[in-house]
């Protein structure tokens, strides 16, 4: 990603979401993950997925159980079926009720370009392969994630096992075969803190290539805080002219200070903390978690967010602007879905959904008085995630500590969507039905203002030393 760091955010559906039948499990990006680490999960048996989802109401909302709103004139989703009219080859039923196929106002048959982002984190391993759609910016069509725990044992050995290796390839073949499958033309592949940290990291990447023939990027820290902006920009309260953006990961966590208005933001400063909830858990354990633990994990991370304060005094910013937290990780969805007491994980009722700082300690504290194997039986949690979850809690609430806000928007996208529509911005498909072959673009109704390129400007955040 370039060195710039301010965007435009016109499209009010623009980082469309994208939904999955019979969610069970937020994972850490809000997906849905049923197994242990390694074996299928209902992810990747329920596939095709095909769904626009247009972003949230962005307006402030007070109410901490208010839940996503369908902006006026987008389609409704309806999975599969629903989405059937914008798939390579579908047809289309004339009023005599015959059909025909898709075309383009030259005649030739109109397949638009795909998309593919994935993101192989410390823990989890992520796909999601999209089309340009003018109605919602782009429309998921296909999706994947598996847990696969890559920075297992990785802060006590510094490098990356053979057994978690493994784990990761078997799920990057399975991302190689979708790709393959659904056509894909453009794409970036991403790994993020596991990689980067591990002496075997660039030895790893080498393997995947040999064994999957994927070409993955290990980023560095600016280019996953400014990837995870991107992801969830569309989420910032217009009636606030800053926020705080978080993202928690599995092996570190990027903080972000934004100030925006109308469409657009800029990233005013960031800082990238060595400390995520894979690395926490091993450190802290996360089973058997007392509250006299839990203060020892919040403890830990707060001289991390303190140099970062020190140097940009964000506090009194955040009373000044009237400012909000946005939270993208799979602890604030995770947070979210035990407030709001869902049965099982639903994306449709998290994403953009609104906590206040008594729903989040409330939630910490049900947690904390949840023995173990109640964690794993959890909806919302899992087995799988179980041994996590405080971990994370503690770093949002380290958070919360260093910059009290009584408002956390919670965001169920990240890195993969900001990568999409950066991939598409470029190509200008952003937004559009396109027909990249006959040169045919047919512009949504998300459009850039008048004279602005859609890049950033000049201006470069500042970072935490």
């Given at each position: 990603m370039a060195d710039t760091t301010s965007l435009k955010l016109c499209d009010p559906a623009g980082l469309a979401g994208w939904n999955v039948s019979r969610p069970i499990v937020a994972n850490e990006a809000g997906d849905v993950e049923t197994t242990a680490p390694g074996k299928p999960s209902q992810m990747e048996r329920h596939v095709p997925v095909s769904a626009d989802i247009p972003v949230p109401d962005s307006g402030c909302q007070k109410s901490s159980r208010?839940?996503?709103?369908?902006?006026?004139?987008?389609?409704?989703?309806?999975?599969?079926?629903a989405d059937a009219s914008a798939r390579p080859g579908s047809k289309h039923r004339h009023k005599s009720g015959k059909s025909r196929k898709s075309r383009t106002h030259s005649g030739t048959s109109r397949r638009p370009r795909v998309y593919a982002a994935l993101d192989l984190g410390t823990n989890n391993c992520r796909l999601l392969v999209a089309n340009p759609n003018r109605h919602a910016g782009f429309r998921v069509i296909d999706a994947f994630s598996r847990i696969v725990r890559l920075g297992e044992g990785l802060s006590h050995t510094g490098c990356l096992s053979d057994d978690a290796e493994t784990r990761a390839i078997s799920a990057l073949k399975i991302c190689t075969d979708k790709m393959i499958r659904r056509g894909v033309e453009r794409s970036r592949l991403i790994a993020t803190e596991a990689?980067?940290?591990?002496?075997?990291?660039?030895?790893?990447?080498?393997?995947?290539?040999?064994?999957?023939?994927?070409?993955?990027?290990?980023?560095?820290?600016k280019t996953e805080a400014q990837l995870a902006v991107a992801g969830c920009a569309a989420l910032l309260c217009p009636e606030s002219q800053r926020a705080l953006v978080f993202d928690i990961g599995g092996g570190s966590s990027e903080i972000m200070w934004l100030a925006h208005k109308g469409c657009d933001y800029e990233i005013l400063s960031w800082t990238s903390v060595p400390v995520g909830v894979v690395t926490l858990a091993e450190k802290f354990g996360g089973v058997q978690v007392t509250t006299a633990e839990f203060a020892r994990m919040v403890d830990y991370v707060?001289?991390?967010?303190?140099?970062?304060?020190?140097?940009?005094?964000?506090?009194?910013?955040?009373?000044?602007?009237?400012?909000?937290?946005?939270g993208t990780s799979g602890t604030v969805t995770t947070i979210a879905g035990i407030h709001l007491d869902l049965p099982r994980y639903d994306r449709s009722r998290v994403d953009g959904c609104w906590l206040s700082g008594e729903d989040v300690s409330a939630v910490n504290k049900r947690l904390l008085d949840m023995p173990f194997e109640a964690r794993k039986e959890y909806p919302c949690v899992g087995a799988d995630r179980a041994d996590l979850v405080l971990a994370g809690c503690a770093i949002l609430e380290a958070v919360r500590l260093q910059w009290?806000?009584?408002?956390?928007?919670?965001?169920?996208?990240?890195?993969?969507?900001?990568?999409?529509?950066?991939?598409?911005?470029?190509?200008?498909?952003?937004?559009?039905?396109?027909d990249h072959r006959s040169g045919n673009h047919r512009r949504g109704p998300f459009r850039r203002r008048a004279g602005h390129s859609g890049r950033s400007r000049n201006n470069k955040p500042k970072q935490s030393n």
């Open positions: 208010q839940t996503s709103s369908t902006v006026k004139g987008a389609p409704k989703t309806g999975g599969e079926r990689c980067r940290s591990a002496r075997n990291g660039d030895a790893f990447i080498a393997r995947v290539k040999r064994e999957t023939g994927l070409k993955i990027e290990i980023i560095n820290r707060m001289p991390y967010l303190q140099k970062f304060e020190d140097e940009f005094q964000i506090s009194c910013e955040l009373k000044r602007h009237n400012a909000h937290m946005l009290p806000c009584e408002r956390v928007r919670v965001a169920d996208r990240g890195l993969r969507e900001g990568i999409l529509t950066t991939l598409m911005r470029q190509d200008e498909t952003f937004g559009m039905d396109c």
